[in-house]
């Protein structure tokens, strides 16, 4: 049984306009959440599919969480960068050129392009 | 000594309806004590039931409901000598779908399943089919007249026996009296909602939370894990009462 054929489920409700979690969540540029529902196993057992349902409705609860978790700590954490001292500036010169990362940079060089340089 | 419903037949002529029909009837079980007096009131008149209990909380086990309520409709069971089915209460349906005491993160989980929002009447047709009883079966419940003049007034207007709704109340006619003489004669306590509300469970406002969280802290926790901001519920009311 597939969730549309299910009585129970049949009937759901679809944006309905006015009142939206889009419009809640203030999201200028709204990317939808996937159906929680969509890997729910229907047996046909209206008492234990809509117990499934709330199970992974519940599932969704801490996908959206945890998703939301690893956005944040992407958007926030600062640890990707480093930094290389040396005791002088021409060692500092003499190091990129050998390298041949002088024409990238001598202070701030972007990580990709040093890879790139480097054959990484 | 059961009270007069204007123009209406007496609960045991109601009754005798539906034995003379010769098929079972489902049951609303909330597990309160109206939903119990039923229930015992058909069993006299040897109309066969079948009992269903709809949940307001999904429970930690899938297909169950918080645990005192468990607790009151598992003692049902074994005292009344059946099954309680338990299916989800469509105010469950709609207290999701219209966000109530979710977060802004959860809403569009939430719109994403696109959960339907049955009606009472729908919830109903669903499981007679479910439980392979015809679509005209008799639903019974605990409704009486003398609980408010608003159910009175219903009574009087759209009838005790509701041909088109297949709604019945078997003891529309008994005072408080008979229904806890007809308990207290089967011996059958209370459940122990009665000793938290005064009532059976059936809502998210302060009246269930604050019992709920006093004396059920697990029950309340899943009760968060469903409707996070019900919290705010018992700030509001500790705010006002300072």
């Known amino acids: 049984m597939t969730r549309d054929a299910s009585a129970l489920t049949g009937r759901r409700t679809v944006g309905t306009g006015g009142r939206t979690a889009a419009n809640l969540t203030g999201r200028t540029k709204y990317t939808p959440e996937p159906d929680p529902l969509t890997d729910v196993d229907y047996t046909g057992d209206l008492q234990e599919d809509t117990a499934r349902e709330f199970t992974a409705l519940e599932q969704g609860y801490r996908d959206r969480a945890k998703n939301e978790a690893d956005r944040f700590k992407r958007a926030t954490d600062s640890e990707y960068w480093f930094a290389v001292c040396f005791t002088s500036r021409e060692e500092k010169n003499a190091f990129l050129d050998r390298l041949g990362l002088t024409p990238i940079g001598d202070k701030y060089l972007p990580g990709d392009a040093v890879a790139a340089a480097l054959n990484l | 000594m059961p009270t007069i419903i204007k123009g209406q037949p007496t609960s045991p002529e109601i009754r005798a309806a539906l034995k003379a029909e010769g098929r079972p009837v489902l049951v609303a079980f909330s597990g309160g004590k109206d939903a119990i007096a039923a229930e015992l009131a058909l069993q006299d008149a040897g109309v066969p039931s079948t009992l269903v209990h709809l949940y307001f909380i999904p429970g930690r086990q899938p297909g169950h409901t918080l645990s005192f309520v468990e607790q009151g409709l598992t003692d049902l069971e074994q005292r009344l000598g059946k099954p309680i089915h338990r299916y989800p209460h469509p105010s469950l349906y709609r207290w999701l779908n219209n966000f109530v005491y979710q977060p802004p993160e959860r809403c569009e989980v939430i719109e994403a399943a696109r959960l339907p929002t049955p009606t009472y009447e729908d919830m109903w047709r669903y499981i007679r089919a479910d439980l392979g009883f015809p679509a005209d079966t008799w639903v ?27 709604k019945v109340s078997p003891i529309a006619d008994w005072l408080i009296a008979e229904v806890r003489e007809r308990i207290a004669t089967a011996g059958i306590p209370l459940p122990v909602d009665y000793a938290l509300f005064g009532r059976s469970f059936d809502g998210l406002d302060y009246r269930f939370l604050k019992p709920i969280h006093d004396h059920y802290l697990d029950d309340y926790a899943r009760i968060l894990d469903w409707f996070p901001l019900a919290d705010l519920e018992l700030f509001r009311a500790e705010m006002e009462n300072r």
């Open chain 2, 140 to 166: 019974a419940d605990g409704v009486r007249a003398a609980d408010s003049i608003v159910r009175r007034a219903s009574f009087v207007r759209h009838g005790v026996m509701k041909p088109t709704s297949r």
